[in-house]
């Protein structure tokens, strides 16, 4: 298959929309599994206590499972509970177990609440590099649709925000809340944080509406749109009951096909961004 480009540093995304069902997850898995079919090494972390990417990748996950619970409330190594997916090579997980739900009030009290998450992913990295591994490419984070603690541990790891976008009625109701919520955590917790992507899903091109917010969504968001956009497929929706991405559940499908061109997109950008930042550097 196609091999992607390797970023020259670890690229971390964080998969965010405060609405629920619009494609988080879906997009997480598959983004990721199309990154490691192009060659790159990939960990998705499971930050939602649901587990719904855990499932959808066919990792163990059931309670007393190391899992992202214990990295971010009891300080375990990510590498000690990080699981392979047995479809994907190059691809790694953080899974999420039900202990997580109780995670939102645990880190209250705890010290540098916001900060576990990215202490623990920046541990992860020194750790790999003493290893002598090869470094991680890309870090995908998958969030619950609210905005509590985890979401925000979410933020302050990640530099980079993607999301989904719905092609249907209401798509961009909240979303202003969501940029508005970005920028507060840019403000005060993370000055990196930006909305790098937006991925379109759940794309029926039969559908006047569907083409009327695709339009809209690329007139306010020019750069950050992908041009790939997902179609609404059963073979997507149907796929992680399977514990597979559509990309191993059904390769040659619409569906697998729009992830692999959306993932090539955002590989290739992202090549294109540290080549502009060396070359911004090196005029200085
Ligand atoms: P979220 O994580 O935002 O709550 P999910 O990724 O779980 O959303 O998606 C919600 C539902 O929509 C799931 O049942 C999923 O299988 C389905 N779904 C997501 N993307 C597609 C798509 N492109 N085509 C068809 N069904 C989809
Ligand atoms: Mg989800």
């Known amino acids: 298959g196609v091999r992607f480009p390797k970023p020259t540093t670890t690229r ?18 598959n983004v990721a599994a199309a990154l490691a079919t192009g060659g790159l090494n990939v960990l998705v972390i499971d930050n939602d206590p649901q587990g719904n990417a855990s499932t959808a990748l066919g990792i163990d996950h059931q309670a007393g499972v190391p899992s992202i619970y214990d990295v971010i409330i009891d300080d375990v190594p990510l590498q000690d509970v990080i699981q392979p997916c047995k479809d994907v090579e190059g691809l790694n997980v953080a899974p999420a177990t039900i202990d ?24 992860y990295l020194d750790w790999r590099a003493e290893q002598g591994l090869e470094p991680m ?16 541990n979410a933020f302050v790891a990640a530099r980079e925000v993607l999301i989904p976008i719905q092609c249907e ?22 000055f990196d944080l930006h909305v790098s992507t937006i991925m379109l899903t759940m794309f029926d091109k039969r559908t006047n509406l569907a083409h009327e917010v695709a339009a809209e969504v690329r007139e306010h968001f020019p750069d950050q749109t992908l041009e790939a956009s ?24 619409t569906g697998a096909l729009a992830y692999r061109e959306a993932a090539q997109e955002i590989a290739l950008r992202g090549t294109q961004t540290s ?4 070359t911004a550097a090196a005029a200085e």
Do not use: M, W
């Not at 798509?171 to 403000?187: M, P």
């Not at 179609?231 to 040659?252: F, H, K, M, N, W």
């Open 12 to 29: 971390i995304f964080t998969i965010a929309n405060q609405k629920g069902g619009v494609g988080k997850t879906t997009t997480t898995v």
């Open 100 to 123: 997580l739900s109780g995670a939102e009030i645990e880190l209250v009290s705890l010290v540098a609440r916001e900060n576990r998450l990215h202490n623990a992913i920046r541990a």
């Open 169 to 190: 009625y209401y798509a961009l109701e909240g979303l202003s809340q969501l940029l508005k919520n970005i920028e507060l955590i840019r403000g005060h917790l993370n």
């Open 275 to 278: 080549n502009d930042q060396t």
């Open 230 to 253: 997902i179609p609404r497929s059963v073979r997507i929706s149907e796929a992680p009951s399977y514990g597979q991405t559509v990309l191993t559940y059904d390769a040659g499908s």
């Open 137 to 152: 490419d890309y870090i995908l984070i998958d969030c619950p649709p609210s905005l509590g603690l985890l979401t925000i």
